[in-house]
């Protein structure tokens, strides 16, 4: 059975955590007793709130910068349909304006007609004139529309190698200058860092340059930082500044003004005027969740780096996804090196010794948790063992840990450990009707957390209805959607709503399964 926690202790904590930071007066009023007593000093929030203030003044005094209008307006479903890292432009990107007449009459196909037609077309007729192709597909080297359609399209198709003739070029994703260079092949590969041998995508948003220079100063700014530590809900701009941003801040139902601290680069935090701490109870919620969730972060991109195989064979004789993982394991706890399924064989472990068992689905959200928790295999070399931390599934009433369907039952029937939310059948919105799924995703944001195990249900290609299981693994600060989710199918990855869902539109988030705080804290190595 999953461990019970003693609540009243985890109680006993979190209300010495939110209790009010008052000074405290003085233990006399002087001789005159009819006399005012003297001031309380400050509390540490008012003091921060107080200096806050004057900084928003003076950034509301400073030249206000125009952001980019058009993006924000449709910010939650063009980051959740172009896979990009979430930003704030100080300003949109400017198109070229001197094309000649062929790169006009292909911009505005590209902007009139479904980009699955027109933009291959327009790849096709400058895929041998990559300055060509920078001033039609780029703004000011950014992969920057504003059309959630147009953006997914481009992102899919387009690659380095189609804007330079060079040996190598630079990409500022976020707030990070990537190198990448041309193989033998003509495939640019990342040069370095934690991406380095593998080929270089784009993501909307990036900006493009055959120097490092061209990439500088920036247009934009990186909001990574605004998802760490105390991390807001959902923050809301109000006046963007070259020396900083005025915003509001939410944590749960309480808003207070703040200021984002602009290093160049990326915006954080820097203050919240907020002299009754009112929202210190949500703070401090927001500070232990993603800290309790940096080990299930670190799991999720450690199984995306190993490329687990989805279970599903090679060769099949009618439908048996799901095959491969009891072969995997009886190899494995037997001492094997690799097992077979209808005469194709498979490997235990990768070339680097790194167990890889099959996943389904549900398989990879469990191995992730798992896996967090220091549940494991060993690698090749290691003693045939799965190591126990402080989740294991196997240990629970979980009836059948490959079905989502039976996740979900397990979660409601552990109300001490998951939080369910199960939109009413008539409230579901498929994702093929995307501007109304996005719309029903932004309503609920605030049910859809960090680390949140996500359940869609529905109708396939096939005609049968299937679930999916997937891991939010990121939110936009700004519209307060998730834009990244991680999960399996076909290999691990982090994918967009589009990726995960264009393939079967007509399913729809059907559970939404949220672990509590006090668990995971309670579970997960800090």
């Known amino acids: 059975m999953v461990r019970r926690l003693a609540w009243s202790a985890v109680s006993g904590a979190l209300a010495l955590g939110c209790a009010e930071r008052a000074g405290e007066a003085p233990s006399n009023a002087g001789p005159d007793s009819s006399a005012a007593p003297p001031a309380s000093p400050p509390t540490a929030a008012a003091a921060e709130s107080s200096a806050c203030d004057r900084r928003i003044a003076a950034l509301s005094a400073a030249p206000e910068l125009p952001g980019a209008p058009g993006f924000e307006a449709r910010r939650a479903e063009l980051l959740g349909r172009a896979k990009g890292e979430a930003v704030l432009f100080l300003r949109a990107p400017r198109e070229a304006d001197d094309l000649d007449a062929q790169l006009t009459y292909l911009r505005a196909r590209m902007s009139k007609g479904s980009p699955y037609v027109t933009v291959p077309q327009a790849l096709a007729a400058v895929r041998y004139f990559p300055e060509k192709a920078r001033r039609l597909f780029l703004r000011e080297g950014y992969l920057y529309v504003e059309s959630p359609e147009l953006a997914a399209v481009l992102v899919e198709v387009l690659r380095v190698g189609h804007f330079f003739k060079e040996q190598e070029a630079f990409l500022l994703r976020g707030a990070e200058v ?119 972060r670190r799991a999720v991109l450690e199984m ?28 494995y706890d037997h001492g094997g090196d690799g097992y077979s399924f209808n005469g194709v064989g498979y490997a235990v472990f990768d070339v680097e010794g790194r167990p890889q068992p099959p996943q389904v689905c549900v398989d990879f959200v469990l191995d992730a948790y798992e896996r967090a928790s220091g549940t494991w295999y060993g690698g090749r070399g290691a003693a045939r063992e799965r190591a126990k931390g ?43 009707r995307r501007a109304d799924f996005f719309a029903h995703v932004t309503a609920n944001r605030d049910r859809l957390r960090l680390g949140d195990i996500v359940v869609i249900h529905g109708f396939k290609g096939d ?48 559970h939404v399964i949220s672990p509590r705080t006090a668990w995971l804290s309670a579970s997960l190595p800090r």
């Open 304 to 331: 995306v780096k190993e490329k687990l195989r989805f279970d599903e064979p090679l060769k099949e004789v009618g439908q048996q996804d799901g095959s491969l993982r009891p072969l995997w394991r009886w190899s």
């Open 390 to 432: 402080g989740i294991d599934f196997d240990a629970t009433d979980l009836k059948n840990r490959r079905s989502a369907a039976e996740l979900t039952k397990y979660a409601q029937a552990h109300p001490e450990v998951f939080d369910v939310w199960s939109p009413p059948d008539g409230e579901r919105v498929p994702f093929g």
């Open 178 to 296: 990537l190198k990448v260079t041309r193989d033998r092949f003509g495939v640019f590969r990342h040069t370095d860092g934690a991406l380095a041998g593998e080929e270089a995508t784009l993501l909307f948003g990036d900006r493009l340059g055959a120097t490092e220079a061209e990439l500088l100063p920036p247009l934009h700014r990186d909001l990574s930082p605004l998802g760490e530590g105390d991390a807001p809900d959902q923050i809301s701009i109000g006046r963007i500044t070259g020396e900083g941003v005025v915003a509001t801040a939410r944590w749960g139902g309480v808003t207070a003004p703040a200021v984002l601290a602009d290093d160049g680069k990326r915006l954080a935090l820097s203050c919240v005027s907020d002299p009754a701490d009112a929202a210190r109870a949500g703070r401090d919620a927001a500070k232990a969740r993603t800290t309790a969730l940096a080990p299930l």
């Open 463 to 510: 005609g049968e209805v299937h679930y999916h299981s997937f891991i939010i693994d990121a939110k936009d600060p700004l519209s307060g959607v998730p834009h990244k989710l991680a999960g399996n199918a076909g290999r691990p990855r982090v994918q967009t709503w589009e990726g995960v869902m264009r393939s079967a539109p007509l399913r729809s988030v059907k």
